[in-house]
C-alpha cells in the first residue's frame, strides 16, 4: 500500500461504546496528525505528532485519545462521545513537523464517524 | 490569529465554463505559506498548490492557475475549461511559518461541473 490509509472507513458507535480509529502511512514520514470536518465548519486541527512524541493538542476533549506507537502508525481512540461528535476523521502525514522549511501534509481518505 | 476565508458555499457552472474560487486569508506573521486542496467524494484531500508569502508569482498548471496577492491578501483558483472531474469540494489554507506545520481551512467550496 502507498500513501496515507485509515481504517475503518466508516464507523458507527452508541455514546457509551468504546471505538478506535487507525492511520498508517507508508511515506517514511516522521509527523503526523489528526483533522476533524464537521458539516459546515472548517477542517480542524486536533492533535500533531512529531517522532511519536505529541507536539500539539488543539484543546480537543479528553474523550479523543491519541496514540501513536510509531511513526507510521497513528489510533485515535474514542469513549463516551456525543451525537455532535460524528464527523469524518482525517489523519495526515509529513515529513517533517517542525517548520524549517514546509512540508507538504498527505491526507488519508477518512473515517466518517457517526455517533448515536 | 489566521484565518481563511471562503466566501463561495457553493458554485454550479456548466462544462468548459472558467470558474475562479475566491479565498482571502489574515495573518500577522510575515511568512507564511497558502495552500489548495482537493477533496473529491471519496473523502482524501488532494494537495494542489503550495505558495509562499514571499513568491507572489502567478502559477499555471495545465487548466488551474493561481493569483496571488498580498495587497488584498488574496489567493484565488481559476479552472480554466471546467470538466465533470473537477467537481469536487475545495480548500484554501494557511500556514504560519513559525511552530508546527498547522493548516488553518477555508470552510470550503463545493465546485458542480455538470455536462
Known amino acids: 500500500e502507498t500513501g496515507v490509509t485509515q481504517t475503518p472507513r466508516h464507523l458507527v458507535m452508541g455514546m457509551t461504546n468504546k471505538k478506535s480509529l487507525k492511520c498508517e502511512q507508508h511515506l517514511g514520514h516522521n509527523a503526523m496528525y489528526w483533522y476533524k470536518q464537521s458539516a459546515k465548519k472548517p477542517l480542524e486541527l486536533m492533535f500533531v505528532?512529531?517522532?511519536?512524541?505529541?507536539?500539539e493538542n488543539n484543546s480537543v476533549p479528553s474523550r479523543f485519545s491519541p496514540e501513536c506507537p510509531n511513526s507510521s502508525h497513528l489510533f485515535l481512540h474514542l469513549h463516551t462521545l456525543q451525537p455532535e461528535d460524528s464527523a469524518l476523521y482525517l489523519c495526515?502525514?509529513?515529513?517533517?513537523?517542525?517548520?524549517?522549511?514546509?512540508?507538504?501534509?498527505?491526507f488519508g481518505p477518512g473515517t466518517r464517524l457517526t455517533v448515536l | 490569529a489566521q484565518k481563511v476565508t471562503q466566501a463561495q458555499t457553493e458554485i454550479s457552472v456548466v462544462e468548459k465554463e472558467d470558474v475562479t474560487l475566491d479565498c482571502v486569508y489574515e495573518?500577522?506573521?510575515?511568512?507564511?505559506?497558502l495552500f489548495w486542496y482537493k477533496q473529491p467524494p471519496s473523502g482524501e484531500l488532494v494537495f494542489l498548490i503550495r505558495r509562499n508569502s514571499f513568491d507572489e508569482q502567478n502559477e499555471i498548471s495545465g487548466r488551474y492557475s493561481w493569483n496571488f496577492q498580498k495587497s488584498t491578501s488574496s489567493f484565488n483558483f481559476t479552472i480554466t475549461a471546467s470538466q465533470v472531474v473537477d467537481s469536487a469540494v475545495y480548500f484554501c489554507?494557511?500556514?504560519?511559518?513559525?511552530?508546527?506545520?498547522?493548516?488553518?481551512f477555508g470552510k470550503g467550496t463545493m465546485l458542480l461541473v455538470s455536462p
Open positions: 489554507a494557511l500556514s504560519e511559518a513559525s511552530g508546527y506545520s498547522t493548516l488553518t
Open positions: 495573518t500577522r506573521d510575515t511568512t507564511y505559506y
Open positions: 505528532y512529531s517522532l511519536e512524541e505529541r507536539v
Open positions: 495526515a502525514s509529513s515529513q517533517e513537523a517542525r517548520k524549517t522549511s514546509y512540508n507538504e501534509q498527505f
